[in-house]
């Protein structure tokens, strides 16, 4: 589901990026991306074992953020970079808004394109029953790169 153009290269006033945190959450995981691997991972994977891993961004003060959108920082899938954009208030709808983004979509060749299975989870920390995660796959493009 893409309900956005690429962002810019410069990001706006009301944007920010959240760093990666080290801190390490037992339980589920507040996000997850898959496929993914580690960046230096260089064997050819076939097509009955793609590559897969993830990866968990933990946001500080969630219901204090004031930015229109956030971005994870990249990290590694498939050798490719990735990232998660979040809409904390929505994008054109009343509640969080959140895709995997191709970080480096504005500097790729012409008519590049790849595939992704993957999926996003929202963790409530406080009653887990009402976490929520949701599985899809889509084919990223320059058109539709988040």
């Known amino acids: 589901m893409t309900l956005m153009t690429p962002p810019p290269l410069d ?26 691997e580690t960046a230096n991972t260089v064997d050819a994977q076939s097509v009955d074992d793609p590559p897969s891993a993830r990866f968990t961004w933990t946001i500080e003060n969630f219901s204090r ?9 990249i990290f590694y899938v498939g050798g490719y970079k990735w990232r998660v954009l979040i809409f ?44 929520v995660r949701k599985d899809t796959q889509h084919q990223f493009n320059a058109r539709e790169s988040d």
Do not use: C
């Open 11 to 36: 990001q706006e006033d009301d944007e920010m990026l959240v760093p990666h945190s080290d801190f390490t959450v037992e339980g589920p995981q507040p996000m997850e991306a898959t496929p993914a």
């Open 65 to 73: 953020l004031n930015a229109k959108k956030l971005y994870s920082e």
């Open 88 to 131: 904390p208030k929505g994008n054109n709808v009343d509640h969080l808004s959140m895709y995997l983004d191709v970080a480096d979509s504005a500097t790729l060749p012409y008519g590049w394109s790849r595939y992704a299975q993957f999926s996003l989870a929202v963790v409530n920390q406080i009653h887990n029953k009402f976490t």
